[in-house]
């Protein structure tokens, strides 16, 4: 279906190139409009009218979004989608010839975006205050009249005679949960006394008194009840000193009540989960970067509360297993979204595209204020909006360069979760084997990411482009092998990489098969029918499971990336013979573990003093049990069973008859 561009070029401040336009569908564009918002809103509301299908209008501005959709619902039109090819593109030093990146702005803004997982939040305005005395008694009468509220003053404090909320005394021992769902517990808890004539008074102290609410503001400027407080959903923190501060929050706090859409950020898949397997821990990184402690272990797997994980994606960024997956949107569309964006560009006849991926806070501003006020983006720099940059991993980097884009650039927040980014950028700059490819960028000012951006080099050229299909792991080595081709040895990768072999000592490895049964991922397998150990290489997670169980301390991990074909098959790395039963020749075990279990017991042992005892090493289960079944001193013997006793017994020993 054709689609209606509304184009403006901001009071003839910049050129727009529309000639790639057509590469992206059947797009129909309207006149160069000069300019057009609130003071054309005729010109602007004709424009919408004409289209022919306002469902598919589409503005080439996000600066009068909210008059658009404002005018649209005036006229009872459906909202059109937006796309900023301004401040993206045509406001820049290299505007002229931004054409082909306008384009692939265009295709990006015109994709359909996947439906948002969600779920409800009700809070019903049970409101907890912690604080001094005079900030915290102060917040709840402003509340009282929005809010459920209750009071916690540290123990000693005076008792209130203010009646429109409850107070209580105590010491905060724990706090749980997130919005619509916190659980505090109290020690020294006392209650108002207000019976009698005189001054209320504080009762006796309790401990262990746990409550529930919805909402938790905390003024008592001492160390937040939570890491990163600011990503956790109804739990407020202001420094009691600070006056804006503390109405900030108050204000907040008084329109935290009803039910709200929560996204689910994460899908999980827990049977592929490698946390541990048999009590031995094995991979924590998720555990380890989340910071919301959103993440808890749960046996042999992880779960995740959706009501504490605040979205950062940091955790299934670093994910070996895919176990964990962002959702929002899913890693697919994100792959496209990359795929598309360079297709659209080379479509429109451009060439050795750089990608620039920001957040759609901090990064879009500081793209507007370059465009504004400093020389914008260079025209071969496209960038890419996301709600959060904290998951933009290795496979994604890895992806982009095998999309056709020569270097990939992440502009950092002030306020970004760096704990799996850095780690990524550099097992990216190591599977990829150019540093300049792949960078993180930390500008305090717009001269400063424009200065980082129009003096950015690469050692890549262009590849033909793959396309990026399947999981993250897929992805990379499809990525990998778009770069390098076929390698002879493989890619050495940091400590930790999710990417490697295993190394197995055979002179201490005895064969006992305890590492390919508890591999979470398969990696490592056995030979029904023959005593074999055998290793697939690209399914290796490098949890490091088999390491820890393995009781000869035989295993020890390699982070690499083998781009052979043999890494796709099970390769044999450890094998010895089979030992034959002495009695009915059927091989079981292994020769070198029987001969040594002989050797230490062998005359050495009372249970294995005599020869026939020994000989029972040396047999398989079934003869060994029958050769102990008639020996003279059969262990499975004993006495004569008694005999059943029978009603007639019974009765005839009956005095009565």
Not at 188 to 193: P, S
Not at 246 to 269: D, R
Not at 447 to 474: K, V, W
Request: charged letters at 20%; a negative charge.
């Amino acid at each position: 279906m054709s689609k209606t561009l509304i184009l403006c070029n901001c009071s003839k401040s910049m050129p727009l190139n529309t000639e790639g336009f057509d590469s992206v569908g059947t797009v129909q564009c309207s006149k160069v409009n000069t300019p057009l918002g609130a003071a054309e809103m005729q010109t602007a509301a004709q424009l919408l009218q004409s289209a022919e299908d306002p469902a598919t209008t589409c503005v080439a501005c996000t600066q009068e979004q909210s008059f658009f959709a404002e005018l649209a619902d005036e006229l009872s039109l459906p909202e059109p989608t937006f796309v900023d090819l301004r401040d993206r593109a045509a406001w820049s030093d290299e505007g002229a010839e931004a054409g082909p990146k306008s384009t692939a702005l265009l295709a990006d803004g015109l994709r359909t975006t996947p439906a948002t997982k969600t779920f409800d939040i009700t809070s019903d305005g049970l409101c907890l205050i912690v604080g001094p005395e005079e900030v915290a008694l102060a917040a709840a009468r402003q509340l009282k009249d929005f809010l459920s509220v209750t009071v916690l003053l540290a123990p000693g404090s005076d008792a209130p005679e203010d009646r429109d909320f409850d107070v209580v005394a105590g010491q905060l021992k724990k706090a749980s949960g997130a919005l619509g769902n916190f659980l505090i517990e109290i020690d020294a808890l006392q209650q108002v006394d207000s019976t009698g004539r005189g001054a209320a008074t504080f009762g006796e102290p309790r401990n262990g008194a746990k409550t529930t609410c919805d909402i938790l503001l905390d003024l008592r400027g001492e160390t937040p009840l939570f890491p990163a407080p600011e990503k956790r959903e109804g739990y407020l923190l202001a420094d009691p000193k600070s006056l804006p501060a503390t109405h900030a929050a108050i204000l907040e706090a008084s329109h935290l009540v009803g039910t709200f859409e929560k996204p689910l950020y994460l899908a999980l898949e827990t049977s592929i989960c490698a946390h541990s397997r048999a009590s031995q821990t094995g991979c924590t990184k998720c555990l380890d970067v989340c910071p919301t402690s959103a993440i808890r272990p749960d046996g042999d797997h992880i779960d995740i509360d959706p009501n504490i994980c605040a979205g950062c994606g940091s955790c299934a960024a670093l994910c070996p297993s895919g176990a964990i997956t962002y959702d929002d949107p899913p890693v697919s569309a994100l792959f496209a979204r990359i795929n598309g964006l360079s297709e659209a560009y080379r479509n429109a006849g451009g060439a050795a595209p750089r990608l620039l991926v920001h957040d759609r806070n901090f990064g879009a501003e500081l793209i507007a204020l370059a465009a504004r006020h400093d020389r914008g983006l260079p025209a071969k720099v496209i960038p890419l909006d996301l709600e959060h940059i904290s998951g933009f991993g290795h496979a994604e980097m890895l992806a982009a360069l095998s999309s056709g884009f020569i270097g990939v650039d992440v502009l950092a927040a002030p306020t970004t979760d760096r704990g799996a980014l850095d780690s990524e950028l550099l097992l990216a700059q190591a599977l990829c084997g150019d540093t300049n490819a792949l960078r993180i960028l930390d500008p305090e000012e717009p001269s400063a990411l424009c200065d980082a951006l129009y003096g950015a080099s690469s050692g890549l050229e262009p590849t033909a482009p793959i396309l990026p299909l399947g999981n993250r792991r897929q992805v990379t080595r499809l990525a990998v092998k778009a770069l390098h081709g076929d390698l002879d040895t493989p890619l050495p990768l940091p400590e930790n990489a999710p990417y490697g072999a295993v190394l197995v000592d055979k002179d201490a490895c005895t064969l006992c098969l305890s590492c390919a049964s508890l591999c979470p991922a398969g990696a490592l397998g056995d030979n029904p029918d023959k005593p074999q150990l055998r290793f697939q290489e690209d399914a290796c997670l490098q949890c490091g499971l088999c390491a820890h169980v393995c009781p000869e301390n035989a295993i020890s991990l390699v982070p690499q990336m083998n781009t052979a074909d043999t890494a796709l098959s099970q390769q044999v790395v450890h094998e010895e013979e089979p030992f034959d039963c002495i009695e009915c020749g059927t091989p079981f075990g292994v020769k070198s573990t029987i001969e040594r279990i002989v050797e230490k017991l062998e005359g050495k042992h009372a249970m294995f003093a005599t020869s026939d005892a020994a000989r029972m090493i040396r047999m398989c289960d079934d003869c060994r049990v029958n050769a102990q079944f008639h020996q003279e001193n059969n262990p499975f013997s004993g006495n004569e069973r008694p005999q059943v006793r029978t009603s007639e017994d019974y009765f005839s020993k009956r005095r009565d008859h």
